[in-house]
């Protein structure tokens, strides 16, 4: 069964650091791009960032570039996001996510397995 | 950033009834479309993927269309399990961005 879990979320003060984890069981994984969605409370989605699959090429939301990076151990089956800088407007549910291809900028892309979450909460 | 706006934001139906969920794009992202279900307390679930390929074990009362800037979301026959949240989402290009979603309620 495929499964992604992630850990690392929790308390930060604003301008503070957290690295978020993600294990994954069940597949293949340096076949496979991967990303961070991110959804704030009682608000919709926003993509935050992906890395590919084999070549670890990375992309990032404009409104995390500079502060977050995505990372992935292909011999650990785990994914990272390392957030510097917080602010208060990071605070939501982190999902790690499976994307169906090994490259992020296939446009027939999607992202077909999500973990259930972890929450990051930014405040003093 | 290509802007990706839903309509409506929500709406009130009953079992049985048809609905019909818009999506436009800012700019031309051809069938490049992709349709999530969320529930409360739950992590999204695909869909629909390029417009109109049902995923894997999607029921096929779900249905989707469009090209271009502007695509729809069909569900017909509305069942309980239905009433939900829903998100489009373009992988046109990067950043990916989604609509701010659509919440079906219970008339």
């Known amino acids: 069964e495929v499964q992604l879990l992630e850990s690392g979320g929790g308390l930060v003060q604003p301008g503070g650091s957290l690295r978020l984890s993600c294990a994954a069981s069940g597949f293949t994984f340096s076949s496979y791009a991967m990303s961070w969605v991110r959804q704030a409370p009682g608000k919709g989605l926003e993509w935050v960032a992906a890395v590919s699959g084999s070549d670890s090429n990375t992309y990032y939301a404009n409104s995390v570039k500079g502060r977050f990076t995505i990372s992935r151990d292909n011999s650990k089956n785990t994914l990272y996001l390392q957030m510097n800088s917080l602010r208060a407007e990071d605070t939501a549910l982190y999902y790690c996510?499976?994307?169906?291809?090994?490259?992020?900028?296939?446009?027939?892309?999607?992202?077909?397995?999500w973990g259930k979450g972890t929450t990051v909460i930014v405040s003093s | 950033d290509i802007q990706m706006t839903q309509s409506p934001s929500s709406l009130s139906a009953s079992v049985g009834d048809t609905v019909i969920i818009t999506c436009r794009a800012s700019?031309?992202?051809?069938?490049?479309l992709n349709w999530y279900q969320q529930k409360p307390g739950k992590a999204p679930k695909v869909l629909i993927y390029v417009a109109s390929s049902l995923h894997s074990g999607v029921p096929s009362r779900f249905s989707g269309s469009g090209f271009g800037t502007d695509f729809t979301l069909t569900i017909s026959n509305l069942q309980p399990e239905d009433f939900a949240t829903y998100f489009c989402?373009?992988?046109?290009?990067?950043?990916?961005?989604f609509g701010q979603g659509t919440k079906v309620e219970v008339k």
């Open positions: 996510v499976k994307d169906v291809y090994g490259i992020v900028v296939v446009v027939e892309d999607y992202m077909d397995v």
């Open positions: 700019q031309r992202i051809s069938t490049y």
């Open positions: 989402q373009q992988s046109f290009n990067i950043p990916r961005t």
